[in-house]
């Protein structure tokens, strides 16, 4: 009987010797770990925008860092998924240090079909989940949901008092450019009067900076007898990465 | 006379389990307590799970009083296995069946945390049960004696 009793003696005092061990090695593992963010980054792609997240990882610790999946999924104030973007890295070895960016592509056919996004401001949910094997022993899973502005290119657009001369037309404008982009490219536009006939057809150039006021006036020869105190006024905003149109009210 | 007699043997039988009990708490309150504290403080713990390590170090300290009491008895043996047991529920419940979920607020918004501790939880369940193992021979052996030392014949 004795020899058995040291036997499960010795045996549970081992599994316990191996077990505080690996506690106390995992945590001065996770606390060594070194978790670095770099600058996030935009650049145009073919279908749209592409944020560019980067980090690094310096595992410095006892254990392997294994199957470290980053899934991050944009959906907008409706709940509407928009993009969904994975990077995989298979395996950050103890002792190494591993750099990758996390690429999230948002294509604007996505956006454009929710042509509110360009006119008013709005947010967007990042929902952002992360698994890894630790040790390859726990998996680990990290989840967080980050409400982030967004701001329309055309916000607040809004057309003022129409002047006329005797066979021209000036179209008051204004708009704040509250997007992170630059917007270039044309207006074209057509007024109608409030039966809605056509009075004048123009074009000018765009040119506004992000976070800056756009507030102008185009001038175009009209047939001013069809004026009207009211009527709207089709706009056609043609960009590099967009193409999108607006009725707007005028008096 | 003969009640006297037992009294004094029963004391004698009583004070070095009570002053080992006394030790062996001590010792294992500090080494439960104090030295995690020192390693770490508690206060950097989520609330549910401050509570728990306290429950654990009463769980902890209980049983060591208890068995060093009764120990050379087979109440020793008894609340050896209750202690294992104990500490099987105990563990599952702060596992929370092998998942922990936690919730870390952040500047910009909070983080969950979820870590699968099923292996960690099983190895721990795992030791626990052989305690028990090697309490049911150690309470075979205990019975064992005592029938042998109830069988031998009376000293001429």
Same mark, same amino acid.
């Given at each position: ?44 792609? +073919? ?6 997240? *980067?980090? /690094?990882?310096? =595992?410095?610790?006892?254990? %392997? !860092? ?67 094997n ?29 002047? +006329? ?6 179209? *008051?404008? /204004?708009?704040? =450019?509250?997007?992170?982009? %630059? !917007? ?10 409030d039966?809605n ?41 043609v ?11 005028y008096? | ?42 206060e ?6 401050s ?12 049983f ?71 309490t ?21």
């Amino acid at each position: 009987m004795k020899p058995a009793i040291r036997a499960l003696g010795i045996a549970t005092i081992m599994i316990w010797i191996i077990l505080i061990v690996f506690a106390v090695t995992a945590l001065y593992s996770v606390m060594k770990l070194g978790i670095g963010f770099g600058e996030p980054q935009f650049f145009p792609s +073919s279908r749209g925008i592409v944020l560019s997240l *980067p980090f /690094s990882l310096n =595992n410095s610790g006892y254990y %392997d !860092i294994s199957k470290l999946n980053i899934t991050t999924s944009i959906t907008d104030s409706n709940g509407t998924t928009l993009s969904t973007s994975d990077t995989f890295v298979p395996l950050v070895s103890k002792g190494s240090n591993v750099e990758a960016a996390h690429n999230i592509t948002i294509e604007l056919s996505d956006v454009m079909e929710n042509i509110g996004l360009l006119f008013n401001d709005s947010f967007f949910m990042f929902d952002t989940f992360v698994s890894l094997n630790f040790a390859r022993l726990v998996p680990v899973q990290l989840s967080m949901n980050i409400p982030v502005p967004w701001g329309a290119p055309f916000h607040n657009l809004s057309v003022g008092e129409i002047q +006329s001369n005797n066979d021209s037309i000036a179209v *008051p404008l /204004s708009f704040e =450019n509250h997007s992170f982009f %630059d !917007i270039t490219g044309t207006i074209e536009l057509d007024v109608y009067n409030d039966v809605n006939e056509l009075i004048a057809t123009g074009e000018t150039s765009l040119a506004t900076p992000s976070q800056q006021l756009y507030g102008g006036q185009i001038d175009m020869p009209a047939d001013v007898s069809k004026l009207t105190e009211s009527g709207r006024v089709h706009f056609i905003f043609v960009t590099p990465i967009f193409a999108v149109e607006r009725w707007v009210p005028y008096g | 006379m003969v009640e006297k007699g037992n009294k004094k043997g029963l004391m004698r039988r009583l004070i070095p389990n009570v002053l080992k009990a006394a030790l062996w708490g001590t010792i294992t309150f500090l080494f439960v307590y104090f030295l995690p504290m020192l390693l770490y403080p508690m206060e950097l713990l989520p609330i549910e799970y401050s509570q728990f390590f306290y429950v654990f170090v009463g769980i902890t300290v209980f049983f060591t009083v208890i068995t060093k009491l009764f120990s050379g008895t087979i109440l020793e043996h008894a609340f050896n296995m209750t202690r294992a047991l104990v500490m099987i529920i105990y563990l599952i419940a702060v596992f929370h069946g092998g998942i922990i979920r936690l919730t870390m607020p952040m500047e910009e918004a909070p983080v969950n945390l979820a870590a699968d501790l099923t292996a960690i939880l099983a190895i721990l369940t795992l030791v626990n049960l052989l305690g028990i193992a090697k309490t049911m021979f150690q309470i075979t052996e205990f019975l064992a004696k005592k029938t042998e030392s109830s069988q031998l014949p009376e000293p001429q």
